[in-house]
């Protein structure tokens, strides 16, 4: 039969256990520490696609600006959410298809979009947990969906686009991110390029039939980011490693 001091010195001994597990778990989680989101913003330039500019990337380049939020679900999978300004301009002047009656047009806008994308990254992103072969940098890809909406003398443009883009991030330290993308964004109108009556012509010139994806005009953006991450997901505690 035990005696009052076994179990006294039993209790102690479990406390003393209890006691360092704690301790241990909350060291573990502080020194590898992981987050589940990142907001930052971006910069870089703009360029548009269309009557006006056939196939040259990067003609006529403007600014372009933006916030982004990030939730990282693992390693490899991310949703962002971005809100854009961008400024796209084109010209006729120089071009080598000719416009019925030689008409030529330019055209200068602001425009805004909201959006969201799916990312993947080619590697397990972040600087922690080296045993799960994670890197500090990843080339990604992405696409998804947004609205794009281009304020006008003479109209106002809205539109849904379909963003697909290619991009490299990485983390300088454990919570600021640096990162810079390429995007292509697809349009469902061909009016982007249509500000007011002077470059009406831009707005199907040859009078041929379109489609969803004929005939419709594109923009893009090439942007660097900086982000900062924030929400701690203690990794080691709920055992959420994320994928490899």
């Known amino acids: 039969m035990r005696t009052k001091k076994q179990n006294d010195m039993s209790l102690i001994f479990f406390q003393r256990w209890f006691v360092m597990l704690v301790l241990s778990t909350l060291s573990l989680c502080i020194s590898a520490q992981e987050y589940l989101y990142e907001i930052g913003g971006m910069a870089g330039g703009s360029f548009y696609m269309g009557d006006?500019?056939?196939t040259t990337l990067f003609k006529n380049l403007n600014p372009g600006a933006g916030v982004v939020f990030r939730y990282n679900a693992n390693f490899r999978i991310a949703y962002k959410a971005n809100v854009a300004w961008a400024m796209v301009s084109g010209s006729t002047a120089?071009?080598?298809?000719a416009f019925p009656d030689n008409a030529q047009a330019s055209f200068s806008r602001n425009l805004f979009e909201l959006g969201g994308q799916f990312e993947y990254n080619f590697f397990p992103y972040s600087d922690q947990f080296a045993y799960l072969n994670t890197k500090?940098?990843?080339p990604y890809l992405?696409?998804?969906?947004?609205?794009?909406?281009?304020?006008?003398?003479?109209s106002t443009f809205v539109s849904p686009n379909i963003p697909v883009g290619v991009g490299v991030k990485y983390k300088l330290k454990n919570r600021l991110n640096i990162g810079g993308e390429f995007t292509f964004r697809k349009l469902f109108g061909d009016g982007l390029d249509v500000t007011d009556d002077s470059n009406r012509v831009l707005d199907?010139?040859?009078?041929?039939?379109?489609?969803?994806?004929?005939?419709?005009?594109w923009y893009s953006l090439l942007m660097i980011s900086v982000t900062w991450d924030f929400g701690t997901r203690c990794r080691p505690c709920n055992s959420a490693t994320g994928d490899k």
């Not at 120089?94 to 298809?97: E, H, W, Y």
């Not at 992405?142 to 003479?154: L, N, Q, Y």
């Open 52 to 54: 006006a500019n056939k």
């Open 94 to 97: 120089g071009i080598d298809n």
């Open 136 to 138: 500090r940098f990843t």
């Open 142 to 154: 992405f696409f998804g969906a947004g609205v794009t909406v281009a304020p006008g003398s003479g």
């Open 204 to 217: 199907n010139p040859y009078g041929i039939g379109g489609s969803v994806l004929k005939n419709k005009d």
